[in-house]
Protein backbone atom coordinates (compact mmCIF):
# COMPACT_ATOMS: atom_id res chain seq x y z
CA UNK A 1 0.00 0.00 0.00
CA UNK A 2 3.03 2.34 1.14
CA UNK A 3 4.60 1.38 -2.30
CA UNK A 4 1.46 2.03 -4.72
CA UNK A 5 1.34 5.88 -2.64
CA UNK A 6 4.75 6.51 -3.18
CA UNK A 7 4.40 5.41 -6.93
CA UNK A 8 1.78 7.64 -7.05
CA UNK A 9 3.25 11.00 -5.41
CA UNK A 10 6.15 10.56 -7.38
CA UNK A 11 3.94 11.17 -10.39
CA UNK A 12 2.04 14.19 -8.81
CA UNK A 13 4.11 17.71 -9.80
CA UNK A 14 5.14 19.87 -6.97
CA UNK A 15 3.22 22.66 -8.84
CA UNK A 16 -0.09 21.13 -7.41
CA UNK A 17 1.00 20.96 -4.07
CA UNK A 18 1.30 24.49 -4.47
CA UNK A 19 -1.97 25.88 -5.97
CA UNK A 20 -3.50 23.48 -3.44
CA UNK A 21 -2.32 24.76 -0.79
CA UNK A 22 -2.91 28.20 -1.82
CA UNK A 23 -5.82 27.95 -2.22
CA UNK A 24 -7.41 28.32 1.19
CA UNK A 25 -5.83 31.96 1.62
CA UNK A 26 -8.38 33.49 -0.98
CA UNK A 27 -11.17 31.61 0.06
CA UNK A 28 -10.97 32.63 3.68
CA UNK A 29 -10.62 36.31 2.57
CA UNK A 30 -13.18 35.92 0.48
CA UNK A 31 -15.20 34.56 3.35
CA UNK A 32 -13.85 37.46 5.40
CA UNK A 33 -15.09 39.86 2.94
CA UNK A 34 -18.95 38.54 2.67
CA UNK A 35 -19.61 37.52 6.46
CA UNK A 36 -18.13 34.04 6.36
CA UNK A 37 -15.75 34.45 9.28
CA UNK A 38 -18.40 35.61 12.24
CA UNK A 39 -18.86 38.64 13.89
CA UNK A 40 -14.86 39.59 13.95
CA UNK A 41 -13.72 38.57 10.64
CA UNK A 42 -10.26 40.30 10.91
CA UNK A 43 -9.45 38.67 14.06
CA UNK A 44 -10.72 35.35 12.33
CA UNK A 45 -8.75 35.45 9.45
CA UNK A 46 -5.80 36.33 11.19
CA UNK A 47 -6.18 33.07 13.16
CA UNK A 48 -7.08 31.23 10.61
CA UNK A 49 -4.04 32.14 8.37
CA UNK A 50 -1.93 31.49 11.61
CA UNK A 51 -3.33 28.17 12.29
CA UNK A 52 -2.50 27.12 8.67
CA UNK A 53 1.18 27.97 8.99
CA UNK A 54 1.24 26.28 12.28
CA UNK A 55 -0.17 22.87 10.37
CA UNK A 56 2.00 23.41 7.83
CA UNK A 57 5.01 23.42 9.75
CA UNK A 58 3.87 20.66 11.84
CA UNK A 59 3.53 18.71 8.12
CA UNK A 60 7.06 19.79 7.39
CA UNK A 61 8.00 18.33 10.78
CA UNK A 62 6.47 15.17 10.00
CA UNK A 63 7.71 14.07 6.53
CA UNK A 64 10.94 12.91 7.85
CA UNK A 65 9.34 10.86 10.75
CA UNK A 66 6.59 9.22 8.50
CA UNK A 67 9.51 8.46 5.58
CA UNK A 68 11.71 6.67 8.39
CA UNK A 69 8.48 4.85 10.25
CA UNK A 70 6.56 4.11 7.87
CA UNK A 71 8.22 4.34 4.29
CA UNK A 72 5.89 6.99 3.16
CA UNK A 73 8.21 9.49 1.07
CA UNK A 74 7.07 12.85 0.67
CA UNK A 75 10.47 15.06 0.91
CA UNK A 76 9.78 15.70 -3.01
CA UNK A 77 6.77 18.07 -1.04
CA UNK A 78 8.89 18.93 1.97
CA UNK A 79 9.85 22.38 0.25
CA UNK A 80 6.38 23.31 -0.84
CA UNK A 81 5.28 22.62 2.51
CA UNK A 82 7.65 25.19 3.40
CA UNK A 83 7.78 28.01 1.86
CA UNK A 84 3.71 28.19 1.93
CA UNK A 85 4.08 27.75 5.86
CA UNK A 86 6.02 30.90 5.27
CA UNK A 87 3.54 32.32 2.95
CA UNK A 88 0.16 31.70 5.44
CA UNK A 89 3.36 33.55 8.32
CA UNK A 90 3.17 36.62 6.09
CA UNK A 91 -0.58 36.41 5.52
CA UNK A 92 -1.44 36.17 9.30
CA UNK A 93 1.07 39.13 9.93
CA UNK A 94 -0.03 41.49 6.96
CA UNK A 95 -3.61 41.09 8.43
CA UNK A 96 -2.36 42.02 11.72
CA UNK A 97 -0.72 44.90 10.76
CA UNK A 98 -2.69 46.18 8.08
CA UNK A 99 -6.14 45.34 9.12
CA UNK A 100 -5.99 44.89 12.31
CA UNK A 101 -3.20 47.28 14.48
CA UNK A 102 -3.20 49.89 11.33
CA UNK A 103 -0.80 52.36 13.11
CA UNK A 104 2.77 52.14 13.15
CA UNK A 105 3.57 53.26 16.20
CA UNK A 106 1.26 50.88 18.43
CA UNK A 107 2.69 48.24 15.93
CA UNK A 108 6.57 48.52 18.02
CA UNK A 109 4.81 48.48 21.01
CA UNK A 110 2.98 45.47 21.02
CA UNK A 111 5.62 43.88 19.62
CA UNK A 112 7.69 44.76 23.00
CA UNK A 113 4.87 44.69 25.74
CA UNK A 114 3.00 41.48 24.62
CA UNK A 115 5.06 38.10 24.66
CA UNK A 116 2.78 36.41 22.55
CA UNK A 117 3.83 38.71 19.52
CA UNK A 118 7.26 39.01 20.63
CA UNK A 119 7.41 35.03 19.74
CA UNK A 120 5.48 35.16 17.21
CA UNK A 121 7.36 38.32 15.64
CA UNK A 122 10.88 36.09 16.38
CA UNK A 123 9.89 32.72 14.51
CA UNK A 124 8.89 35.11 11.46
CA UNK A 125 12.17 36.38 11.34
CA UNK A 126 13.65 33.33 11.54
CA UNK A 127 11.50 31.79 8.74
CA UNK A 128 12.94 34.62 6.22
CA UNK A 129 16.50 33.21 5.89
CA UNK A 130 14.80 29.69 5.15
CA UNK A 131 12.62 30.69 2.51
CA UNK A 132 14.96 32.95 0.87
CA UNK A 133 17.72 30.05 0.90
CA UNK A 134 15.11 27.77 -0.01
CA UNK A 135 16.26 27.20 -3.62
CA UNK A 136 18.46 24.66 -5.56
CA UNK A 137 21.23 27.90 -5.79
CA UNK A 138 21.67 28.52 -2.60
CA UNK A 139 21.53 24.87 -1.56
CA UNK A 140 24.72 24.52 -3.54
CA UNK A 141 26.08 27.58 -2.43
CA UNK A 142 25.52 26.76 0.99
CA UNK A 143 26.50 23.22 1.00
CA UNK A 144 26.58 21.33 4.52
CA UNK A 145 25.95 24.75 5.79
CA UNK A 146 22.55 24.48 4.27
CA UNK A 147 21.22 21.67 6.70
CA UNK A 148 22.41 23.51 9.47
CA UNK A 149 20.64 26.67 8.52
CA UNK A 150 17.49 24.84 7.86
CA UNK A 151 17.67 23.00 11.64
CA UNK A 152 16.17 26.76 12.50
CA UNK A 153 12.77 24.96 11.53
CA UNK A 154 12.97 22.97 14.76
CA UNK A 155 12.79 26.52 16.70
CA UNK A 156 10.59 28.25 14.32
CA UNK A 157 7.61 25.52 14.83
CA UNK A 158 8.65 25.78 19.03
CA UNK A 159 8.27 29.43 18.89
CA UNK A 160 4.86 29.10 16.87
CA UNK A 161 3.37 26.84 19.26
CA UNK A 162 4.40 28.77 22.19
CA UNK A 163 3.04 32.05 20.07
CA UNK A 164 -0.63 30.20 19.88
CA UNK A 165 -0.46 28.55 23.37
CA UNK A 166 0.61 32.36 24.63
CA UNK A 167 -2.27 33.86 22.14
CA UNK A 168 -4.78 31.94 23.95
CA UNK A 169 -6.93 33.44 26.78
CA UNK A 170 -6.99 30.77 29.65
CA UNK A 171 -6.31 27.07 29.02
CA UNK A 172 -7.55 26.00 26.31
CA UNK A 173 -6.78 22.38 24.76
CA UNK A 174 -6.18 22.90 21.14
CA UNK A 175 -2.54 25.14 21.09
CA UNK A 176 -1.32 22.83 23.52
CA UNK A 177 -2.20 19.97 21.66
CA UNK A 178 0.27 21.85 18.67
CA UNK A 179 2.58 22.12 21.17
CA UNK A 180 3.05 18.55 22.40
CA UNK A 181 2.77 17.37 18.72
CA UNK A 182 5.29 19.72 17.40
CA UNK A 183 7.57 18.44 20.90
CA UNK A 184 6.85 14.79 19.89
CA UNK A 185 8.09 14.77 16.40
CA UNK A 186 11.12 16.92 17.81
CA UNK A 187 11.68 14.13 20.06
CA UNK A 188 11.65 11.51 17.71
CA UNK A 189 14.84 13.08 15.46
CA UNK A 190 16.73 13.51 18.61
CA UNK A 191 16.67 9.98 18.93
CA UNK A 192 17.97 7.38 16.09
CA UNK A 193 14.58 6.61 14.44
CA UNK A 194 15.98 3.28 13.36
CA UNK A 195 15.88 2.35 17.59
CA UNK A 196 12.32 3.25 17.37
CA UNK A 197 9.55 0.19 17.21
CA UNK A 198 6.50 0.34 16.38
CA UNK A 199 3.71 -1.17 18.63
Given at each position: ???????????????????????????????????????EPIKALEHEYGELAL????????????????????????????????????????????????????????????????????????MIPLAVTST????????????????????????????????????????????????????????????????
Amino acid sequence: MVDRLNTWMRRVPTWVVYVLLAVPAPWLFYLGLTGGLGVEPIKALEHEYGELALKLLVVGLAITPLRRLVGLNLLKFRRAVGLMSFFYVAAHLLVWLVLDVQQLSLIWADIVKRPYITVGMAAFVLMIPLAVTSTNGWVRRLGARWRQLHKLTYLVASLGALHFVLLAKGLQIEPLVYLVIILALLALRMRPLSRVKLA
